[in-house]
């Protein structure tokens, strides 16, 4: 999905459009390469999306398909000891969430 390319100027960082289900193309602020080699992306409207070989495995929300931010999420932090990414929001929180659980994670039937 991201690789790293030559140009005139400089090296750049090329991505791929991807889609999943009913996830749709939108912007991303930012984006997070995981250790084993996923990588975690926000999405405009608050949720995260696990990219596995250029393609998105699954979208994670809260409960009851609450977005996990209010607002598109800006920053990424992985600690790899206790397996906790952090995600900073526009909508100004920050929370916690457990890497091992999202990664086991399966989308809906209704989403395959």
Sequence with gaps: MWKMVNTFTSLKLLGVI?????????????????PDEKVLSGCEWGNILVWDDGMIKIEVSRKNRRPCHADQIVQFLYDPQTLQITTVG???????????????????????
């Design 90 to 112: 526009a909508d100004g929180f920050i929370r916690m969430w457990n890497y091992q659980t999202i990664d086991l994670a399966n989308p809906p039937e209704e989403e395959k």
């Design 18 to 34: 991807g889609r999943f289900g009913k996830t749709t193309t939108c912007d991303i602020l930012a984006i997070y390469p995981m």
